[in-house]
């Protein structure tokens, strides 16, 4: 089994086709597959969508069809969600700061 961590940029990705869904909808959809998102990632979704409506990138009904989509996912168990203490944010300082850098992109 894999397991994948998404953050609110891959998250939005799934309910909402923009670069990177095939991706990500690959991921999700694949048998086995464990995706986890933070408990903050959940509202982070929220804002983000509101933020596509105040720009009109989509209405108010697709984001409420998206954030009941996401509750359906959780609620069965295709998305698990957790909490995330001072312990992991102190990890995950950590790491980003040991292994950002050595990351490369195609952007620049």
Request: aromatic share 8%; glycine share 8%.
């Given at each position: 089994m894999a397991g994948y961590f998404f953050d609110t940029s891959a998250l939005v990705k799934l309910y909402h086709l923009e670069?990177?869904?095939?991706?990500?909808?690959q991921i999700v959809n694949a048998t086995g597959n464990l995706v986890r998102v933070s408990r903050l990632t959940v509202t982070e979704l929220t804002s983000?969508?509101?933020i596509k409506v105040r720009t009109q990138?989509?209405?108010?009904v697709d984001a409420e069809l998206f954030l009941h989509q996401l509750?359906?996912?959780?609620?069965?168990?295709?998305?698990?969600v957790f909490?995330?203490?001072?312990?992991?944010?102190?990890?995950?300082?950590?790491l980003v700061e040991r292994?950002?850098?050595?990351?490369?992109s195609s952007r620049p």
């Open positions: 670069a990177g869904t095939p991706a990500v909808d983000a969508f509101a990138s989509i209405n108010r509750r359906k996912d959780v609620s069965t168990g295709k998305l698990e909490s995330i203490g001072e312990a992991e944010f102190t990890s995950a300082e950590v292994y950002a850098l050595r990351l490369t």
